[in-house]
């Protein structure tokens, strides 16, 4: 166990600040901004030669940051920034023959900056984001109410620099740079209480340092089965992406993950990461400004 085999990466376009979603019937959705304004696609993985179909980008929104997240009714939830760091959420219903997501109004919940998301099959979600005038981090959770999520109030956690969330069941993860030692990489197990509207995610626990220093972007996916991958970049920009793969340990708060992450091959920035139960993980980066995607199995 641990070991991801990758398929040959695609490039598609120009883009900055991508993310990815995958859902239990290999439907993808990906996000990313494109001159000044979030984009999104739509495709579908093909597992048994670890290839992405992707459809032509579709307008969104405008904003900054976006990331979005995917379930097995193909529910889309979408986060992002806009001016004075304000953070909002829009949700959509995915058409994967059409290759489009039907989007409603979004909804301004919080003030704040690199928000992240994550989505059960049930429509509970929850969400991290960084304070826009310290490093503190907050998770929020709420459910889907048929127009948007219905947020609850935020919980404080851990300080830190882009926090990504993941979730499956009541077992929340997060992982963020350190807001003091950006080299040094935290990851957060904690959990959420759904019917209060609540998550618990005090107490980072320091899980690698970039050797050489630099300022990376780690990535997370959470699978139902408790597996968790993180990807990062080993530096500032396009650097060697590595990743690491492990178990939670939900009772001791803990990721099972080696002492040294796995190198993936391939040199990038800004990676997003999404996985499924069948074993199939997909990676968004960035290379060049040049938006790359890749498929692996495990």
């Not at 996000?31 to 992405?52: C, F, N, P, Q, S």
């Not at 979005?68 to 023959?97: D, H, M, T, W, Y």
């Not at 197990?189 to 220093?213: D, F, W």
């Not at 997370?220 to 690491?244: C, M, R």
């Amino acid at each position: 166990m641990g070991a991801i085999t990758f398929g040959t990466p695609l490039t598609m376009g120009s883009g900055e600040t991508p993310s990815i979603a995958i859902n239990s019937q290999s439907t993808v959705v990906s996000v990313h901004v494109e001159k000044g304004a979030i984009v999104y696609r739509v495709g579908r993985v093909d597992k048994k030669t670890r290839t992405l179909k992707l459809g032509a980008s579709k307008p969104l929104r405008g904003g900054e940051r976006p990331t979005i997240a995917l379930n097995r009714e193909n529910l889309a939830v979408c986060v992002f920034e806009q001016e004075r760091k304000s953070i909002f959420s829009v949700i959509g219903f995915v058409n994967p023959e059409a290759g489009t997501i039907g989007f409603g109004q979004d909804r301004n919940y919080d003030s704040g900056v690199t928000p992240s998301v994550a989505l059960r099959d049930d429509g509970n979600a929850l969400e991290v984001h960084k304070s826009q005038r310290a490093d503190s981090l907050y998770c929020k959770v709420g459910p889907f109410d048929g127009a948007n999520i219905s947020w609850g109030s935020s919980d404080g956690g851990d300080d830190g620099q882009e926090p990504r969330a993941a979730l499956a069941g009541d077992v929340a993860c997060e992982v963020h740079r350190s807001e003091t030692s950006p080299a040094d990489l935290y990851y957060n197990v904690g959990s959420i209480n759904a019917e209060k509207r609540s998550c618990s995610l005090s107490g980072g626990t320091q899980y690698y340092t970039i050797p050489g220093g630099g300022t990376p972007s780690p990535a997370l996916a959470l699978t139902s089965n408790l597996i968790a991958i993180e990807v990062h970049n080993e530096g500032q920009g396009d650097t060697a992406l590595s990743y690491f793969f492990g178990s939670v340990d939900a009772g001791k708060e803990r990721i099972g993950w080696p002492d040294k992450p796995t190198a993936m091959d391939v040199f990038g920035s800004s990676p997003s990461v999404a996985a499924n139960n069948d074993d199939v993980v997909v990676v968004a980066y960035t290379r060049g400004g040049q938006l790359t995607y890749l498929v692996g199995t495990f």
